[in-house]
């Protein structure tokens, strides 16, 4: 810049400072500055949210969940489907009722035979296996059995006993994020309708699922419209955002704005079944979350201890 130019701004600044409207302002805004900052650091007020870390991953919920036995193995989702999901902390599993351990046996070890009399004979002679079977020899038994099978043959044996118990066959889906105080994505509502489907039935039940209080969750009742055929999903989901469980999307958004909050978090609990029997499928979902509850609670953050140390 020139040194005439120099001049020129000079004066120009001079002439606005000169000005008590221009004073004024300009105090108004460092006041304001001034105040907000104060008051920020008084109120303890934090605008955004510091990190927490889960105590444990999701990859260590065991196995067996009180009646149900893992059939899948948890598998990394490729980079695109992860960046859209918006973190690296999730799982996705199969779950089979122990009571059904014997037709999901049968049917991965059916699935070599050549026609219906042989599979027939295969289920018969696995029933007999199991009849006076412990859970956990069971749980052994499947995991035998699934030992170098494809994720495609534990799929194809799954559909086989959901197409008798499609209640017994659960879904789980679990995804954590922190440090954010964004619209809540990726629910139900959206990505169903999304791909086809439409809420035919749409509740929010208090569900007991062990001690404390019963857990208000989202349920929907979800039918195909792409005229395709494909069957209805059941689907159930509940948050559990800083020490609280929210089964309303805009509540876990409320609550991550807290500015009195140092830390925010929140985890979604998603459940899958198919069929149209939404009563059984209610009453299996209840019964997993009963189960998977206390585990998924061992893998968040210890709300209490953060509240603690932010008070120091």
């Known amino acids: 810049m020139s040194s005439a130019a120099t001049s020129a701004t000079s004066d120009q600044v001079r002439q606005a ?49 009180g009646n149900w036995i893992q059939i899948s193995e948890d598998e990394k989702l490729d980079k695109e489907t992860q960046d859209v999901l918006g973190t690296d902390k999730y799982i996705y599993r199969d779950y089979v009722n122990v009571t059904l351990a014997a ?14 009399a042989a599979r027939q004979e295969v ?3 696995v029933k007999a296996e199991l009849i006076d079977k412990s859970t956990a020899e069971r749980l052994a038994a499947v995991i035998a059995v699934n030992k170098d099978k494809s994720f495609a043959d534990r799929r194809r044996a799954m559909a086989v006993v959901q197409a008798t118990h499609p209640e017994g066959v659960m879904n789980m ?32 039940p208090l569900w007991n699922v062990g001690t404390g209080q019963p857990l208000q969750v989202r349920y929907i009742n979800f039918e195909d419209q792409t005229g395709t055929g494909r069957v209805a999903k059941n689907v159930a989901y509940v948050f559990h955002v800083n020490g609280e469980y929210k089964d309303d999307p805009l509540d876990v958004r409320y609550t991550l ?49 953060l509240l603690i140390q932010q008070k120091k």
């Open 17 to 65: 400072l000169r000005q008590p409207a221009f004073v004024a302002v300009a105090g108004i805004l460092l006041l304001a500055a001034l105040g907000l900052n104060g008051v920020t650091q008084l109120g303890q007020l934090h605008f955004r949210k510091a990190p927490v870390a889960q105590r444990q991953s999701f990859a260590t919920l065991p196995r067996m969940l």
């Open 103 to 116: 037709d999901y046996i049968a049917a991965v070890r059916a699935g070599d035979a050549k026609n219906d």
């Open 123 to 125: 289920v018969k002679a």
């Open 173 to 204: 889906g679990l995804t954590y994020y922190t440090g954010m105080v964004d619209t809540v994505a990726h629910i139900p509502d959206r990505c169903y309708i999304a791909d086809g489907y439409e809420p035919a039935d749409y509740t929010r």
């Open 257 to 305: 704005q807290s500015l009195t909050q140092r830390y925010g978090y929140y985890a979604k609990i998603e459940l899958m079944t198919i069929g149209s029997q939404k009563d059984k499928s209610a009453a299996a979902m209840a019964d997993f979350l009963a189960a998977a509850k206390p585990a998924i609670e061992g893998c968040l953050p210890d709300w209490k201890a």
